[in-house]
């Protein structure tokens, strides 16, 4: 399984649950998963998460060494043709350009899962929202209407066994 990352994810767990200098491990393990290839982020995502830049933000400068973006980048151009079915599918047919604004790159990452369904998933921080409609629907319902996987970040914790000694046990 591929998970691919929403740009949230690293965001809340860097200024949440996982600050990279409280827990170097969970940083340490993304590494880890992303040199294996089983975590990824797109570069539309990985473009989002650099445009976020603040005065001395150390998830950016994570992100940033060559090592770090090597690893995480999905190496892949996206389907022109799967973001259009995302938007028109996923969202609405006839947003307008302030409504696509809104929606920002998760139709690319929700392209990127579509390339193959069964073997990628979305992770992202977002809950699901069902009644809500176009511009403002959640990637798990645009995601569930597509027919992509998606699960939040302590899934895929759980799915590839994040644990704060994860180098001692294997």
């Not at 040199?35 to 005065?55: Q, T, V, Y």
């Not at 599918?89 to 307008?96: E, N, P, T, V």
């Not at 009644?131 to 939040?152: E, I």
């Amino acid at each position: 399984m591929l998970y691919l990352l929403d740009a949230n994810v690293l965001i809340t767990a860097n200024s949440t649950y996982y600050p990279l200098d409280q827990v170097p491990e969970f940083w340490s393990w993304v590494h880890y998963q992303a040199a294996s290839n089983r975590i990824k982020i797109p570069r539309e995502i990985m473009d989002e998460i650099k445009a976020g830049r603040k005065d001395a933000d150390p998830l950016l400068d994570w992100i940033s060494t060559a090592e770090i973006a090597t690893a995480l980048l999905l190496d892949e151009a996206v389907d022109v043709a799967l973001v259009q079915h995302v938007v028109s599918s996923g969202y609405a047919a006839d947003l307008s350009d302030d409504e696509v604004e809104k929606i920002g790159r998760d139709p690319f990452l929700i392209a990127y899962a579509l390339v193959d369904p069964p073997g990628r998933t979305v992770v992202t921080t977002e809950t699901s929202r069902p009644s809500t409609q176009r511009a403002n629907r959640k990637v798990p319902d645009v995601c569930q209407a597509l027919g992509v996987q998606s699960c939040n970040t302590f899934a895929l914790n759980k799915a590839l066994s994040f644990r704060t000694g994860w180098r001692t046990t294997g």
